[in-house]
Structure formats: C-alpha cells, structure tokens
C-alpha cells in the first residue's frame, strides 16, 4: 500500500520500516547504512513473508542477469541480519532453512506510514568513484573474480604491469559493488605522493574530511561503524607504508572493504592477489576477418579507439595487422591506447611497421593522464626506478632472452652476483610484476613481455653490457647443446638458440663460436623438421670455417647436415647435388664409411631421378665398393638393392633379379635391422620403392613371384600387404601364392 504523500509502499516490523521502492530502511525513524544488495535481499524476503525463498532466487534477485558465487549471498545476508539486530533480544526476523533458502518470520504491517519516510537527503554521501568515459573490454572474468574474492576476503590487491588496465579494471569493479556498501566506494590516488607521511592524512581529506585530530585516529574513528569499500589506487612506490595503514584500517573497521592496485602485492594478513593479464588477443597464425577480429577484447580497443581518432578502415588487412600489433604489446591496454592515437596518421597496416620503434612512436596519451601513463617508456620508467640497483641490474640483463628462460640461464647472464641474491632478485622482479613466472611440471620458467624485455635491452645498452652479456648468452646456450638434453627442453629454448645463433654470426660475434654453436644447433633443427633453419645456419657455418677447421669432422658433420636439409626442403636440385658431391669427397678423405655411404645413397637417388640411369649404376657400384671394404653386412645389402633398381631401370632385368633375389630373403637377417630399410619401415614407406619394377617387369613372372612371396610372408601384418600382392599379381599375370 502507498503511502499518504504518494511515496514507497511501506512495510513495518518491529522497529523498523521499509521503503520497497526507494530500498531505505530505517530504524525509529533514523536511516540505516546498508548496502543495496542487502536491501534487495531483504525486499525478496518481504515479498514472501513466512516462506523459504530458495537461494538461487534470492541471488537472482540481488544480481539479475550476474553469475556469482554462493559465497556472496552468505556475505550479505549476514551484514542483513546484523543490521537488524537478528536473534538479540529474542527478536528473530530472518532464518536459514539448511539446504533450501531463507525465510522471514517477523510479524509486519502494511499500514500507510504517518512519519515522514527518511530520504537519500539525509543519507551520507555515498562515494566519490569518478564517472565511467568508456567501456571497459574483455575483463568480465577478471570483475567477477573481483567481487569473489571480497566476498571472501577483505583486502584484494590487483597485481600487474604498469599499463595493464589494473585501475580501469578496480574502478569498473568499485563501481558494480558500491550499491553492496551502505556508506558508499571511494576512490583514493596515491600516485602524486612521494613521501609515505600524509598517506593517511590523504585518505582522511577524501573519507571524512569533517573529522579533526589525528589523521589514523579521524580514519579508524569514522570507520569502525561503516560499511565501506575503499579504492587506493597506485601503492607500489609506497608499499610498506600502506600495507601498514592497511592492516591497522581492516583490523579497526570490521566493514570496511579494500581494492588495491600496486605492481606488487602488499603482502598482508588475509589479502587476496589477482593478476592482471593483458587483454586477450588471436594467436599467431590464426586467419581472421574484420568481423571475427573483432570479437577478440584487444583488438575491439584498438578499433575503438583508433576510430575515435578518425581511423575508420577495418577490413581483412587492418584486421591482420590489428591482431599483429596486439600480439607485439602483449595486449597490454595503455600501449594498445598509445598505438590507436597514431593509427589516424600512419593508418593501421602502416603503424604495425613501425612497432620496432615503439618507445619513440608510442608517446603521446592524453593530455589529462598522470605523467606516467603519456608515454610507453614514461609508464615503464616508473617500474624500473623502483628497483634496487642489483634488482636493476638482474632486470635489464634478462632483456637478453628471447621467449623465456630459467633460473640456470639467468645465472648465467649474472654470474658476477651470488646465486642466492640472483634468485631473491628475480622473486622480487616476478612480485614487481616485469617478469612472468609459468609452473609447469613442477619446473618454473620466466619471461619478460614483449614490450618490458624491449624496455629491458635498451637499458642494457645503456649500460655498456650488450656485447658481453650477449656473450654469457652464446655460451649458455652453447653449452646446453652440447650436454645431454631431452628434446622437450631444447624446443623450449629454441627462440633462445636463434637468437644466440644471430648474434654470433652477427658483426660483434667470435666466427669460431658462432661455427661452434652452429655445429650444435644444425642437428637439433634436422631433429625438430626445421629443415630450412638447419641448412641456412650448416651454410653460415661452412662459410665461416676458419682454415683449421676445413677438412675436419666439424666441416664433415655440417657438410651432411646442409645436405640432408637441403634434399628434403629444396628437392633434387643442382644445389642438393653439389652439397652431396662435397660431403661424399670430404667423407673419402676423413676415411668416414658410413658418412661416405650415406651420400653416396644420397647422390644415387639424384641420379636416379634425374635421371641419369648409368652415373646412378655407377654410384652403386662404388657403395658396394666402400660397404665391402668396411665390412658392412648391412651397406652390401643395400648396394644390392641399389644395384637391382639401377639395372631395371637400365631395362636389365635378369640382373637386376639376380640382386634383388639376392637382397629380399637377407633384409629378414637380424644385421638388416640395424641398417637400411628395415623391415617395418619398409613396410610403409620403402617397400613402394619397387612397385613400378613390379609393374614394368611383366616379362619376367619370376620377379613379380619372388617379391611377391616375400613380401606376403614379411608383411602380411602391415596394412600394405594387399597393395603389393595387387601389384605384384598384375606384373606377373597370374596368382601369386601365399607362403
């Protein structure tokens, strides 16, 4: 029922009164300090006197259209209960019904209210959050773990990079939750403050500036009685002392609420840390639209804001580009901002060229933004003068590292600091928030983002390190390729290895450790199908050879390597052909059998299909020649099988089933296992290789059978089997029996 002025519909119980549209509750006629998810909870209970209301519709009510968690409905009915006083006195108002809901027992009274109904005019202010300008994107999971874990905890700390977006995202969470706190959000910057003295007098200007005395004792005093969530914005460079305020604020006032923001956490009793990552962004690779780009969060704020600034083309190529740029600033938001301000002078698919520059091309932000967050390398410059001067140190030397490391590559590039300071300086980095720290297996490996790691090497060269560092560098990383590592760890450090391969061939670098590396890395790249990589840095290193080096395994091991590369990634070119004529002669003279033959197989196939049928026959005469010689079971048994194939496909087929027939029943031969095809492996790749004999060789039904035969009794587990029995009935013409 309404009231006589027109107002709320009123309800009474007890000594209190409920205003259901304008959700005020007062007590005796005063107005009570209870937040507006409380007020909403209480009005469903209303709505129901006498019944259980589940849980879920009480949550749906409270947040509609939200998704939380339990936990917060616990929170706000018990800041409901204590309002009213619930169970004090005998007077019972609200009950849990376990495992079904709450219900509401008191006696009320619909009657027209004939006191004047208290009004938010008389209510203190409730805040001072400053009005939302955009829309904040891509950070829904991030507010809702917000608002989880101050259901659960007092002090939340968001953690992360400088121009990562942890103010925007606090302010976007204090202003969802300010309805939840009965005297309101407030905002407090510590940004400006140099000194940790007037921390407290800051605060209480901003909270309760009417209060006199003491600035902690106005602080406590006017928050002991409040319902309060408290924004402090910027804590890093003052970390000790708010955390000291900190912890005497929560231990004094049981209401009130805290969302810090700081570059590390404040490390206090109960507080929570929630990093901040960037926005999210497409992978590397992946082939997007205008319209599908656009559903990634970085990449819609650097649309926004690009065309708030005039830059409006979006298509498939700024889309491209958009995703690239996003990729190369870690989809941190202050540099995505930076970036779309120049996208209206250079264009989208032009700034992505530029991005090698980014600390001179990324500096002009707003005019109304602090100092810090007007340029890349400001916001940046902020971070890193915090540091200790070992810390600063540690931090620019890890620039060096190119897609991560671990602690035993860092105390490589710092092996003039002791070990144990290495490891506390590289915790306090990863809690500064510029390095990264991943846990996998156990195992934690660090990372520096794009754009810090950038920040990182020019203040290495800024200290005159660069070369030498780069040296600790190669030697790491040269030394993990030559002791036993398992393949799993090397791809991990690959990025590494190519970057420690570039500066070694590079103008500053020693050629003989840069063909030391390479002769390291070349067999890793040809075990990792990074067949193009292996045969450019086995090339470098060849032409780098010093003159002592020529004509040694070293040259032997790279001249084999290039040419396997180049075989696989060039095909049977005229290049393929010399790489194995070089290797072939150099294995000669190294007295190298199976290096020898192996190029020798190699130069054989070329022949083969070039084809140049009588070098190829002569190719595997002189296999045979070095097989024998080195008494190799397995080399003469490929030799036959060489030769047979040369011979038919001279159009010499009774000698070529004289080495054939020779070869097929001792590849079964337990010395064929070890050398080439092998039985299993010949089974679904080499055994093609005689097909087409089987199919040219219809004269000669002996040699389809033969095959035939053996390779029915060899094979007739492997899923070829039948392929080759087809063949060999259509070379021959006639049924082939089973052995």
Excluded at 52 to 70: F, R
């Amino acid at each position: 029922m309404a009231d006589a002025d027109g107002g709320a519909d009123i309800v009474r119980f007890g000594p209190f009164l409920f205003a259901r549209q304008r959700r005020e509750l007062s007590e005796n006629g005063l107005p009570l300090r209870l937040g507006g998810r409380a007020l909403d909870l209480l009005a469903a209970l209303l709505e129901h006197p006498g019944e259980v209301v589940s849980k879920a519709s009480l949550m749906k009510a409270a947040w509609p259209g939200m998704h939380v968690v339990e936990a917060n409905l616990s929170v706000h009915m018990s800041a409901l209960r204590r309002a009213l006083r619930d169970g004090q006195d005998q007077a019972r108002y609200i009950i849990n019904e376990p495992g079904r809901g709450y219900r509401f027992v008191g006696a009320i009274d619909h009657t027209p209210n004939r006191a004047p109904v208290p009004s938010r005019s008389t209510a203190a202010p409730r805040g001072n959050l400053p009005a939302r300008l955009t829309t904040l994107l891509g950070r829904e999971e991030a507010l809702d773990a917000v608002a989880a874990h101050l259901a659960g905890y007092r002090l939340v700390t968001l953690v992360g990079v400088g121009g990562i977006g942890k103010t925007a995202l606090a302010l976007e969470a204090a202003r969802r939750l300010a309805r939840d706190f009965a005297d309101g959000a407030w905002f407090v910057s510590l940004a400006a403050l140099q000194d940790p003295t007037p921390i407290a007098s800051t605060l209480a200007a901003v909270l309760c500036p009417e209060v006199t005395g003491h600035p902690l004792a106005a602080l406590t005093s006017w928050l002991r009685e409040r319902e309060v969530l408290l924004l402090l914005d910027n804590c890093e460079h003052l970390a000790d002392a708010v955390a000291e305020l900190v912890a005497r604020l929560l231990a004094a006032a049981q209401g009130l609420r805290i969302i810090a923001t700081s570059r590390e956490s404040l490390r206090v009793e109960g507080e929570v840390v929630q990093q901040v990552p960037g926005l999210a962004f497409p992978p590397a690779g992946l082939i997007l639209g205008a319209h599908d780009a656009l559903a990634w969060p970085a990449i819609r704020l650097l649309h926004d804001r690009a065309a708030a600034q005039g830059a409006v083309a979006f298509g498939a190529i700024e889309a491209e580009a958009a995703a690239r740029i996003c990729r190369e600033l870690d989809g941190m938001p202050l540099a995505i901002e930076l970036a779309a301000a120049r996208a209206a002078t250079f264009g989208i698919d032009d700034l992505v060229k530029r991005l090698d520059d980014r600390f001179r091309l990324l500096n002009r932000g707003r005019r109304t933004a602090a100092p810090r967050q007007r340029s890349l390398i400001a916001t940046l410059d902020w971070s890193h003068d915090l540091l200790s001067t070992a810390e600063q140190k540690l931090f620019r030397r890890l620039g060096i590292f190119v897609g991560g490391f671990g602690l035993d590559a860092a105390s490589s590039v710092a092996s003039d600091i002791d070990e144990a300071e290495i490891a506390d300086h590289l915790a306090g980095l990863v809690m500064k928030s510029l390095v990264v720290s991943d846990v996998q297996d156990g195992k934690s490996r660090f990372r520096l983002l794009e754009t810090t790691r950038l920040y990182a090497l020019d203040k290495l060269e800024e200290s005159g390190e660069t070369t030498h560092i780069g040296q600790r560098h190669v030697a790491y990383f040269a030394s993990l390729l030559n002791r036993p590592a398992d393949s799993a760890t090397l791809r991990l450090e690959l990025d590494n290895i190519r970057a420690a391969l570039r500066r070694s061939f590079g103008a500053e670098g020693e050629p003989t450790v840069a063909v030391t590396l390479a002769t390291a890395a070349v067999p890793r790249f040809l075990e990792f199908s990074l067949l193009p990589e292996a045969e450019e840095w086995a090339r470098r290193a060849l032409e780098g050879l010093q003159p002592e080096q020529r004509g040694t395994q070293r040259e032997m091991s790279l001249r084999l390597a290039q040419a396997a590369a180049s075989i696989f990634s060039r095909g049977l070119t005229d290049q393929t052909h010399e790489a194995w004529r070089q290797t072939a002669a150099l294995a000669e003279r190294l007295g190298e059998p199976e290096q020898h033959m192996t190029a020798l197989l190699a130069l054989w196939t070329c022949e083969l299909r070039t084809p140049d049928l009588a070098q190829s026959y002569r190719l595997a005469q002189r296999y045979q020649d070095v097989a024998l010689a080195a008494g190799s079971p397995s080399g003469v048994l490929t030799s036959g099988w060489m030769l047979g194939l040369s011979l038919q496909h001279l159009g010499q087929f009774q000698r070529a089933v004289a080495h054939l027939e020779a070869f097929l029943p001792a590849e079964d031969d337990e010395t064929m296992r070890r050398g080439w095809p092998s039985s299993e492996r010949a089974a679904s790749t080499g055994a093609r290789a005689p097909w087409p004999f089987f199919r040219r060789a219809t004269r000669f039904r002996g040699i389809a059978a033969a095959p035939g035969r053996w390779l029915h009794r060899r094979f007739r587990k492997q899923p070829k089997s039948a392929s080759l029995f087809r063949y060999a009935k259509r070379a021959s013409g006639r049924f082939v029996p089973a052995c």
